[in-house]
C-alpha cells in the first residue's frame, strides 16, 4: 500500500482515483471504468512489480455473467480486458525486479513516463467499445490477459453483438468454432450456445 501510495498524486492528476478495498486506480468513463492494478510480490533477494491497464464495459459484464458460471457480485467487479505494460508501449517489461529504494524509485519513474507516451492513450482508445471489440478480433499474438478462453469469447461475441452489429454474424460462427473446439466441459458449451441464442432473439441490432 505504501508502494502504491507513491503513485496516487500522479495518477489523480488524470483522473484516477485509489479505491483501497482492490486496491485499483479507478477512473469513471460513460460506457463504464478505467483501472491500473498495481501487483508487489515480496521475495527474500527483492521483490517484483507488475502493473495491468484494465476496462470495464459495464453492459457487456453484467450480460456475460447472466451466462457464466460465477460468483455472486462478481459481475460488479469484474473486466472486460487486461493488459501488461510490455503488450502496449514495447519498451517496458511485463514486470520490474526491485532490489533497493534507488531502483523503485527509477521503477516508479519509468512507469509513469509509459503512462504520459501511451498507456492513458491506450486506455482512452480502449474505452470506445467499438475499438475494443475491434481488439478483440485482432488481437492474435497480443492475446489478452484473462482467466480463459471461453471468457474471451463471451466478451468477444458481446462487443460484436452490442456494438458492431454488421460483424455479428460472421464473428458469431468464428466464435462458435473455437468454443467447440478449445472448451473442455460440455458446460461451457451448452452456456456459450444458451448466450448465442439470447443475443440472436432478445437483443435487438
Known sequence: MDLIERHQDFFWDF?????RAVPVFKKPIQKG????????????????????????IDE???LIHQFLPTLQGYSDQSVTLVQTLDKIG?????????????????????????????????LDQMSD???LEKAFVDKNEKSFKTQNF?????????????????DYPSLRETYLGLVQKKCT????IASYLKFLDYLDNQIND
Do not use: C
Open 129 to 131: 467499445p467499438v475499438h
Open 185 to 188: 466441459t460440455p458446460f461451457n
Open 15 to 19: 483522473g484516477f482515483r485509489l479505491d
Open 60 to 62: 457487456v459484464e453484467y
Open 90 to 122: 514495447k519498451e517496458l517489461p511485463k514486470r520490474f525486479f526491485i532490489q533497493h529504494d534507488g531502483n523503485l524509485s527509477k521503477t516508479l519513474m519509468s512507469v509513469e513516463k509509459f503512462f504520459v507516451s501511451h498507456g492513458f492513450h491506450w
Open 150 to 166: 471461453i471468457y474471451n469469447a463471451f466478451r468477444g461475441t458481446a462487443l460484436s453483438k452490442l456494438y458492431r452489429p454488421e
Open 33 to 56: 471504468s478505467q483501472l491500473i492494478f498495481i501487483h508487489y510480490t515480496p521475495y527474500p533477494d527483492g521483490a517484483y512489480l507488475e502493473y495491468n491497464l484494465g476496462i470495464r
